[in-house]
């Protein structure tokens, strides 16, 4: 019976101490707890702003009017078909062609058909150019979450790139921009974008056939 009582007795020290042990540790459960859920929250944020980015790069990508833009800005002489009304036009399109249309649209003259279709191609380019950078300043997705989807065009557009317009036509583009009140556009181009880490998009390094001088 002794022994029994003893067994009892030793039981309840042990039974406090254990109590003890597990009231100290519950502060430390609880941080783990919420270093898990904090974890799981930011892979969530994350997430969500990846998703946001790629959805809207989806669009800017399969946008008519950005895939001519794009070309625009690429330079390579080519014909470009465009819908006028019921029927079909093709215009051939160099960055001599884009120059003049700037031209005529800084200086306020009439404006060719192929002339309208060049700048409303530009202006569709830049209102998603616009939508990224809104997207920045309201903390919806962050400035390195870009720069991997655009980082090409923040190149050519900034004349960093091997395939940027030539000079002539470069500061035309910029004049346009200020022009046409992409206010957005010019605050997006003169972000400080690291094009230094190995994560993000690379600048491309090839010369465009009209721009020698280029890197």
């Not at 892979?43 to 809207?56: G, H, I, Y």
């Not at 903390?139 to 980082?151: S, W």
């Not at 065009?153 to 583009?173: F, Q």
């Not at 921009?177 to 690291?194: A, P, Q, S, T, Y």
Request: proline share 6%; net charge negative; with cysteine.
């Amino acid at each position: 019976m002794d022994f029994i009582y003893q067994l009892i007795q030793d039981a309840r020290v042990w039974s406090k101490y254990i109590l003890h042990g597990l009231s100290a540790a519950a502060p430390l459960g609880a941080v783990v707890v919420f270093a898990i859920a904090l974890g799981q929250y930011v892979r969530s944020e994350n997430w969500k702003k990846t998703e946001f980015v790629a959805k809207l790069f989806k669009e800017f990508s399969e946008n008519e009017d950005c895939r001519n833009a794009r070309w625009m800005l690429e330079g390579d002489p080519r014909e470009i078909t465009y819908k006028c009304g019921e029927k079909y036009e093709r215009y051939s399109y160099n960055f001599d062609e884009l120059g003049n249309a700037i031209d005529s649209a800084l200086g306020k003259a009439p404006l060719s058909a192929q002339q309208l279709h060049m700048l409303d191609s530009l202006d569709g380019f830049f209102v998603y150019i616009e939508q990224f950078e809104r997207a920045i300043q309201r903390k919806l997705v962050e400035q390195d979450d870009v720069y991997p989807y655009l980082g090409y065009w923040i190149g050519v557009l900034s004349g960093e790139a091997g395939w940027a317009p030539p000079k002539p036509i470069l500061p035309k583009i910029h004049a346009y921009i200020e022009h046409g009140g992409f206010d957005d556009v010019e605050n997006f181009l003169n972000r400080k974008w690291d094009d230094t880490d190995p994560n993000q998009a690379n600048q491309p390094t090839g010369k465009h056939p009209e721009n020698p001088a280029s890197p």
